[in-house]
């Protein structure tokens, strides 16, 4: 049998869907693993226009780990895609 919920919502803090007063940051690295980490994802699901604006994005966050890129086979999707070597020329 379900239960019944009561009180405010879990989804948008505290106060059931308004603005919370706390605030969270996201460094520089954290920003640049995000947006890796989803070109990968998008990689591994078809998505390659998706996966390398995702990768673009990493890269002007300041990623620059261009061995790992070459060498992930998790973007192996993309990698034969002329859109990627643009990409890779550019910021290698």
């Keep these: 049998r379900t239960k019944s ?19 969270q940051t996201v460094d ?5 693993a995000a947006y890796y980490n989803m070109a990968c994802a998008q990689a591994q699901l078809g998505n390659v226009a998706d996966s390398i604006t995702s990768l673009e994005t990493a890269f002007k966050a300041g ?6 890129v070459r ?3 998790d973007l192996d999707p993309i990698k034969a895609d002329k ?5 890779m020329e550019q910021y290698e």
């Design 28 to 32: 520089e690295f954290e920003q640049q």
């Design 71 to 73: 060498g992930d086979p």
């Design 83 to 87: 859109d990627f070597e643009k990409l």
């Design 5 to 23: 919920l009561s009180g405010p919502s879990p989804v948008g803090g505290s106060m059931g869907g308004f603005d919370s007063k706390n605030t």
């Design 63 to 68: 990623f620059d780990n261009f061995a790992t």
